[in-house]
């Protein structure tokens, strides 16, 4: 079976964000990295975003790139973001803003309730969103042109990226508690004291607020395939092909817009007698790609004769781009 490149990936480099996914150990961060490369050599300035809690695009730079915005090279910058450090930013930001304007009698239960939180499932999921709204903001504010993620395996990615529909409910649900809450201590202090109380002077339904938004406007940019696409990567293999199947339905149902995928790791065409075999099993696979996902075909990478580690190797790859 001989395959033709597509060479389809210039599309992308009009994109504001790009999330690269799908089974874990396909070359998710390879072709993240490589489409960054890519990207950066044509002028645009990209940053490299890692949200696998097992980063490796320090490792495959070989450079050190941690939890802040690091230079890789000339237009490309990389971050890994934390999901546990982030989570505990985030809470300490709600504290400091909320004690400047509750009691100091309040405050204490309020800390002890947000602590709870910061321990329930989720939170570093939502404190990792944060941090995705706000490096998308650096799009507006003219710091990067593309931010490529490379993200966590799929059933991971696929809950954060969902998220916004899912907190959106569970702010509503907050708001009506905190209304509810309100209305009944309107009620004691008119009767106590005859003091009127705001509803729009409450900060934490400010801070709720202000929260929903955010999450309506990420919803927005995560739904408008004129910004954003969704590139899964697979190998020819049984698993990832099923995987990737499932996955591009559940992002169908959310609306997310699927840019495609790219196959990686295909076998030269001269072979051995044990790669001969291997070979034609790949090549079901390739025909099973082929039947399910053609119109979604970006490129086809093949296996490469040494491991993917520095700027040079990434640079070979771009040429299937």
């Known amino acids: 079976m001989t395959l033709v490149h597509k060479n389809k990936m210039k599309q992308f480099l009009n994109k504001k964000f790009l999330f690269f996914g799908g089974k874990g150990g396909v070359g998710k961060t390879t072709s993240a990295s490589a489409f960054s490369i890519f990207a950066s050599s044509c002028g645009k300035r990209v ?38 450090l982030e989570a505990k930013n985030y809470i300490n930001r709600i504290k400091n803003s909320l004690s400047k304007t509750i009691s100091p009698i309040l405050m204490d239960e309020i800390k002890r309730q947000i602590d709870v939180a910061y321990l329930s499932p989720g939170a570093e999921e939502g404190a990792t969103f944060d941090k995705f709204i ?48 309100l209305s009944l201590k309107k009620s004691v202090k008119k009767i106590k004291e005859g003091v009127d109380i705001r509803m729009d002077d409450d900060p934490i339904l400010r801070i709720l607020k202000v929260r929903k938004q955010k999450f309506q406007d990420a919803r927005k940019l995560l739904l408008n395939k004129e910004f954003t696409s969704y590139i899964f990567v697979l190998n020819p293999e049984r698993l990832p092909i099923i995987e990737t199947k499932k996955a591009i339905e559940i992002l169908s149902k959310y609306k997310i817009p699927i840019g495609g995928i790219i196959v990686n790791r295909i076998l030269p065409e001269k072979t051995g007698e044990f790669l001969r075999k291997r070979k034609e099993v790949e090549k079901e696979y390739l025909n099973l790609i082929k039947t399910n996902f053609n119109n979604l075909i970006l490129t086809y990478i093949p296996l490469l004769e040494r491991d993917v580690y520095g700027i040079e190797i990434l640079e070979e790859i771009t040429k299937y781009f």
């Open 47 to 84: 940053l490299l975003v890692s949200t696998d809690p097992a980063h490796s695009i320090g490792d495959i730079f070989k450079i050190d790139i941690g939890p802040r915005e690091k230079l890789i090279k000339e237009n490309l910058w990389g971050i890994e973001i934390d999901p546990e």
């Open 134 to 181: 706000e490096l998308m903001n650096r799009i507006d504010e003219g710091t990067y042109d593309i931010i490529v993620f490379d993200t966590a395996p799929t059933g991971h990615t696929l809950r954060l990226l969902s998220l916004p529909e899912i907190l959106e409910k569970w702010i509503d649900n907050l708001f009506k508690k905190r209304r509810v809450a």
